[in-house]
């Protein structure tokens, strides 16, 4: 089984900054992607930021420009730098990844519980 344990997140001012990170433990063999998603309430829940094993990134349309994402492979973890925060991106963060087991070597999804991240003065 594989775990995933974010941290970072919180209430921030408009125009301040946040840092997410999101671990994995457990039977993992290789991480493919990592990715951050979140919701809002009421809204359907959209990807925030990707990146791949070899480093390429993605981006959601609103946060260009202002978010980063960045992987640690040998610790697992993959981080989201967040500056010039807006109210509009108060919501719940959740992070993902592809994970290859060690036991079974099948590949699959797993998600974080979820930070709050909350803009607003």
């Known amino acids: 089984q594989v775990q995933l344990v974010e941290s970072g997140g919180g209430l921030v001012q408009p125009g301040g900054s946040l840092r997410l990170s999101c671990a994995a433990s457990?039977?993992?063999?290789?991480?493919?992607?990592m990715g951050w998603y979140r919701q809002a309430p009421g809204k359907e829940r959209e990807l925030v930021a990707g990146?791949?094993?070899?480093?390429?990134?993605n981006y959601g349309d609103s946060v260009k420009g202002r978010f980063t994402i960045s992987r640690d492979s040998a610790k697992n973890t993959v981080y989201l730098q967040m500056n010039s925060l807006k109210p509009e991106d108060t919501a719940v963060y959740c992070c993902n990844m592809v994970v290859r087991s060690s036991s079974s070597r099948l590949q699959k999804d797993y998600w974080g519980q979820g930070t709050q991240v909350t803009v607003s003065s």
């Open positions: 457990g039977s993992i063999f290789t991480i493919n992607s």
């Open positions: 990146i791949t094993v070899g480093g390429r990134t």
